[in-house]
């Protein structure tokens, strides 16, 4: 089944303002991460957050986990010009693959 | 350093055709995958090899086969190409799939265009 779909799939904002995205999953997990792909790139990993862990930051980057909803939210500080990319939610469960959602695309507006 | 490289970065050909796509890491990981991204950039997971062995085999055709003369290289052979076959593909390498499940270092990608 597929897992790690995100929500929206599509967000603009200006320059400054948080950006906020969802990823919502189906089964168990080990622990979720989340990876920037900019365009015409390779996937880039972020932050890695573990089933047992519910927030995690990392620059101007927050990643909360709630394992009761099965979701999990990336949210973007005081976004740059530079944020502009697509972005990707991965769950891994135990004994199992690596399953990507989607992905939401971000568009920061100078 | 490249940390995980792909080459060709473009790949045109014509249906039929069998065709490679060569990855090596330098970051002396146990696990290394081949993914596809389609039009939709949906990213499906193909193969992963583990020192070697082949321990995950999605339900691809089997006229894709993947290859590893060594830890550091896995490379991707697909026979008799078809139009469907069109789509970016992703090589990537991680630590210990069997412990724990760390991040993905990914390549920079092979468009593949099959006419």
């Known amino acids: 089944s597929q897992q790690g779909e995100e929500d929206p799939q599509a967000l603009s904002i200006q320059e400054g303002e948080n950006a906020t995205m969802n990823c919502s999953y189906k089964t168990s997990i080990n622990n979720l991460q989340w990876y920037r792909q900019n365009s015409g790139r390779g996937l880039v990993h972020l932050i890695l957050?573990?089933?047992?862990?519910r927030e995690k930051h990392s620059g101007r980057l927050r990643v909360t986990l709630d394992t009761s909803k099965k979701s999990s939210s990336l949210l973007i500080t005081a976004s740059r010009a530079a944020d502009t990319a697509s972005y990707f939610c991965a769950t891994i469960g135990y004994g199992q693959n690596f399953v990507f959602g989607p992905g939401t695309r971000l568009s920061v507006l100078p | 350093d490249t940390a995980v490289s792909q080459t060709p970065k473009y790949l045109v050909t014509q249906m039929g055709n069998d065709k490679s796509i060569k990855c090596e890491q330098n970051l002396g990981h146990d696990t290394m995958y081949w993914y596809k991204q389609d039009s939709k950039k949906f990213l499906k997971i193909m193969f992963s090899?583990?020192?070697?062995?082949?321990?995950i085999n999605e339900t691809v055709p089997n006229r894709f086969s993947p290859k590893s003369p060594d830890k550091a290289h896995l490379n991707l052979h697909i026979n008799s190409l078809e139009l469907g076959d069109s789509a970016v593909y992703f090589c990537?390498?991680?630590?210990?799939?069997?412990?724990?499940?760390?991040?993905?270092?990914f390549g920079p990608g092979t468009r593949l265009t099959v006419t």
């Open positions: 957050i573990r089933s047992n862990e």
């Open positions: 990537a390498s991680s630590q210990e799939r069997t412990r724990d499940h760390y991040e993905q270092y």
């Open positions: 090899y583990n020192n070697k062995e082949l321990i």
